[in-house]
């Protein structure tokens, strides 16, 4: 997995969490971010080839990071992690660009198998091109 991947959530623990499943699965270090404004500059100014977001975060929050890292890099597949299942959040942030919205908590698993799927979509456009 020698994709780039920024993690942007407030709890350190699940950033860790996060990191720590991609790297024991063969991903490189993913960057980080604790709020949205610093995951909004870190996405404007680096391209990323996934971007996994907290819904809830200070500052910009993660339906903001979405729109901020789908108009710079629109080619980039974002997951939106959420506490909470509300239809219209997850209305929102798919119409915002994310590929994805998983509910916390959720499996290593899980995350490893979404992240796979977006990783082939990307291979096959790119292969397309």
């Given at each position: 997995m020698a994709?780039?991947?920024?993690?942007?959530?407030e709890s350190l623990d699940e950033r860790k969490k996060i990191a720590d499943c991609l790297i024991k699965n063969g991903a490189r270090r993913p960057d980080e971010a604790e709020n949205g404004e610093i995951a909004v500059k870190m996405a404007k100014s680096v391209k990323y080839d996934l971007v996994i977001v907290d819904l809830w975060l200070s500052g910009v929050d993660g339906i903001g990071v979405i729109k901020a890292v789908k108009s710079s890099f629109a080619d980039?597949?974002?997951?939106?992690?959420?506490?909470?299942?509300?239809?219209?959040?997850?209305?929102?942030?798919?119409?915002?660009?994310?590929?994805?919205?998983?509910?916390?908590p959720f499996s290593d698993s899980s995350l490893l198998s979404h992240i796979d799927v977006l990783t082939r979509v990307r291979e096959t456009r790119e292969n397309d091109i």
């Open positions: 994709i780039k991947i920024l993690i942007c959530d980039t597949s974002v997951i939106l992690l959420s506490p909470i299942n509300k239809q219209h959040v997850l209305v929102e942030a798919t119409e915002a660009g994310a590929d994805i919205c998983m509910l916390k």
